[in-house]
């Protein structure tokens, strides 16, 4: 329900909410049962750090030289997991996976209902741009379309979003919207974000938003289990954007390039795990024709063979 509209929110435990009750219990996601005892041991938040670029690591390096650490990660043994091997949890792969594909960007999706009596505001971090003519992005929602988590409920019903990137400046705001509030009930409200209207969908924006994409569902794609057939286990959504968003302080005047220093923006590690964008580098790409007239360059040109 949108903030401040008059009816009475249609607060209905479904069954999605108990399976994800229960996939939450399974994930043991806080890794400490005492979690403000921990956070009040740490240090506090840096308001002085300022987003600057460094020197790379290695400013010197050559082609042909592999890595930057003096041969130290070759020295170190890896050990293979089967994501199927007897006894292993399906919940092993997600926690695996969400804690070393990291950083990972979050889409925070706005979206409406159908009747547009119902909004809901999600982060989701199965979120990339993967194309940009036309501007597309993809979102993996968990658990399948008949118990569709409220947004993607949304979404298939509307075929329209918002695409929100969260900053410093509403962390803790954003992931409270995670909180499984039954349909119905609004995240805006419970967290005190405010809407803003869009121009191609009715879906509202995250006013405190520094960058928001509307967007038009193009294409689901549903995926079974390997581990229990026949259970469907996500959805991958397939976005098109179709209207752009960016505070005005953040952009240049080509309206082309969002400066880091202000977007700030906050990416998903594994478990409860959050990272900011303190320190960048820069790199410039290689050129090819650049680099053959090296003779040392030249030596490293081999055909392609087995182990290469
Ligand atoms: C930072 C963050 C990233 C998340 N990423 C995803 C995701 O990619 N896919 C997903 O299904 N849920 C994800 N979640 C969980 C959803 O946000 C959560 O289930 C939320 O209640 C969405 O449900 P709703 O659409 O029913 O409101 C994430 C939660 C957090 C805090």
């Known amino acids: ?6 009816q009475e ?4 435990l479904s069954q999605p909410f108990a399976e ?3 996939f939450e219990k399974a994930v043991q996601r806080n890794p400490h049962p005492e979690f403000k005892k921990v956070e009040a041991s ?11 670029y460094t020197k790379t690591k290695s400013p010197e390096w050559k082609p042909g030289q592999g890595g930057n650490d003096n041969g130290e990660s070759l020295n170190k043994e890896h050990i293979q997991i089967d994501p199927y091997e007897e006894g292993r949890p399906a919940v092993y792969n997600y926690k695996l996976l969400i804690s070393g594909i990291i950083p990972r960007p979050i889409g925070f999706i706005s979206t409406c209902s159908g009747d547009g009596r119902s909004t809901n505001l999600a982060p989701m971090s199965y979120f990339q741009v993967v194309n940009h003519d036309p501007p597309v992005f993809t979102v993996g929602f968990s658990g399948g379309l008949e118990n569709a988590k409220d947004s993607l409920r949304n979404l298939t019903e509307t075929k329209e979003c918002v695409i929100n990137i969260i900053s410093e400046h509403f962390i803790e705001a954003a992931n409270f919207t995670s909180i499984t509030a039954p349909y119905g009930v609004s995240e805006w409200a419970l967290t005190g974000l405010h809407p803003e209207p869009c121009s191609t969908v009715k879906a509202s924006r995250v006013k405190e938003s520094i960058f928001s994409v509307e967007g038009m569902l ?5 995926f079974s289990s390997r581990a229990d057939p026949g259970k469907k286990t996500g959805v991958l959504a397939i976005i098109e954007g179709t209207r752009f968003w960016v505070r005005e302080d953040a952009i240049n005047k080509e309206k082309n390039i969002i400066d880091p220093a202000v977007l700030r923006p906050m990416s998903r590690l594994g478990g409860i795990g959050y990272g900011r964008l303190v320190e960048g580098i820069e790199i410039p790409r290689p050129e090819w024709k650049e680099f053959l007239v090296s003779e040392d360059f030249q030596k490293l040109i081999q055909p392609k063979a087995d182990g290469q």
């Open 20 to 22: 994800r009750g229960a």
């Open 218 to 222: 193009v294409q689901t794609h549903e």
């Open 1 to 6: 329900m949108s903030q401040g509209a008059s």
């Open 42 to 52: 740490r240090p506090g938040w840096r308001e002085d750090v300022e987003f600057n």
């Open 9 to 12: 929110p249609e607060a209905t």
